[in-house]
């Protein structure tokens, strides 16, 4: 009985009017995002061949310029004739310099040769971190944009440094993040655990609410309300699961036709405290290390989801209210957080489930780095969970003791 009404409810989720038109919806997100959106992102560090092209020119007409009034030695921007001492800059020979640099990237990016343009790229970073210090285009509208700009470039030379040390083939998708496991990489770190919870959400938001329409036959059955109950989030946990294993693993293999799959070896950056706001604040983990850690906590999400929509669906028998209701608790965080929020209603923010619900971010110290604090970790955020999902599970007890089969029906 327990197997068959698991199975029953199961292909009741997947065939349900709403659920079709939704992950068709998603198919066409996920293709949109694997085909068009992120092979054509811009970062920071992707490279545009016709601003090169005209930073060329000018650095051209520029030695043209210093050779016409034969001045080629230094440039001197401070004399002071009290004092015997001259301060000077070679300019000539550093347009020479970065002359043959970015001509050198120019001719490696068309010629698709990125182990000597990633060569070139780290040697001109290296030597001038104010590409991304001095860009006031970078993190312009960000309440910290100095601070920002510091973090993308130690993170950006870090995984630099890292693709170099390796023995890996230097690729344009893997030089780029566009393999397959980079771009799932990049997808749990800006806001993919968002969208996965919301789905769950969606998915199990009417699990309940839906067998008010068939009252008279499923009053009858031989279950335990509880046992019902519980049948019925392990059916949607289940079917939660192969829809966000399908989503990851087609949107990977997308990625991986195109750009490669990856190495599980490449270095992660992650910020392990924020004290001298130098290299020496960062470490790594594995990318496998990255991904193991974040999708084996999304399961516990997903029960925590599940189980509160159940509770939900108990005290107000509507799917629409049950998904407004889980879907404002999800972005809770998105309402009141802002760089500098560290407690909330005087209690340390880290000890708050919302704060982890966006675990992509946790794994790496992002998100401590983003709120400007140290308190948020991984270990803690396992512990909140857990324990969160507990009371969850003592207020379904209490509820659906309140709430009973005869009781939920009979309000229709």
């Not at 960000?142 to 890996?168: C, G, I, S, V, W």
């Not at 329409?213 to 109950?229: N, T």
């Not at 516990?300 to 028998?317: E, G, M, Y």
Request: proline letters at 3%.
């Amino acid at each position: 009985m327990n197997r068959n009404y698991l199975k029953h409810e199961f292909l009741l989720t997947a065939k349900s009017r709403r659920t079709i038109p939704f992950v068709f919806f998603v198919a066409v997100l996920l293709f949109s995002y694997c085909l068009f959106l992120w092979p054509y992102a811009n970062t920071k560090e992707s490279f545009n061949k016709k601003e090169t092209e005209e930073h060329l020119a000018y650095l051209g007409d520029q030695q043209k310029l210093w050779r016409s009034i034969g001045n080629t030695g230094l440039i001197f921007k401070w004399h002071s004739a009290s004092f015997s001492r001259q301060v000077g800059e070679p300019v000539y020979a550093e347009n020479a310099h970065n002359y043959e640099l970015f001509s050198g990237m120019l001719q490696s990016f068309e010629d698709r040769n990125f182990t000597r343009m990633l060569q070139l790229r780290t040697h001109y970073l290296q030597s001038n971190p104010g590409d991304y210090l001095e860009d006031r285009f970078l993190f312009q509208t960000a309440p910290f944009p100095t601070k920002d700009r510091e973090h993308a470039y130690y993170q950006t030379m870090m995984k630099y440094e890292d693709y170099l040390n390796k023995d890996h083939p230097i690729t344009f998708g893997l030089m780029y993040e566009k393999t397959g496991l980079q771009t799932l990489q990049n997808f749990l770190q800006n806001y993919g655990v968002y969208f996965l919870l919301f789905c769950i959400i969606y998915f199990s938001s009417e699990i309940l609410s839906r067998d008010r329409k068939h009252q008279a036959i499923l009053q009858g059955l031989p279950l335990s309300w509880y046992r019902q109950l519980n049948l019925k989030s392990l059916s949607a946990f289940l079917y939660s699961m192969v829809f966000i294993s399908s989503v990851i693993i087609v949107g990977v293999l997308i990625m991986t036709i195109q750009f490669g799959f990856g190495y599980f070896d490449l270095n992660v950056p992650i910020m392990i405290q924020q004290k001298t706001f130098t290299s020496e604040d960062y470490s790594v983990i594995s990318l496998a290390a990255y991904l193991g850690k974040t999708l084996v906590v999304l399961p516990l999400l997903a029960l925590l989801f599940i189980r509160l929509n159940i509770v939900l669906s108990l005290l107000f028998k509507n799917e629409w209210i049950v998904l407004f209701i889980s879907s404002l608790l999800l972005f809770s965080e998105r309402l009141y957080s802002t760089r500098s929020t560290t407690e909330l209603f005087g209690k340390d923010i880290s000890l708050f489930p919302q704060t982890y619900f966006d675990f992509g971010k946790i794994i790496d110290g992002e998100k401590n780095f983003l709120l400007n604090t140290e308190t948020i970790t991984y270990t803690k955020g396992i512990l909140v969970l857990l324990v969160t999902y507990f009371i969850i599970e003592v207020i379904l007890y209490i509820v659906s003791n309140i709430i009973n089969k005869r009781r939920f029906y009979k309000a229709s």
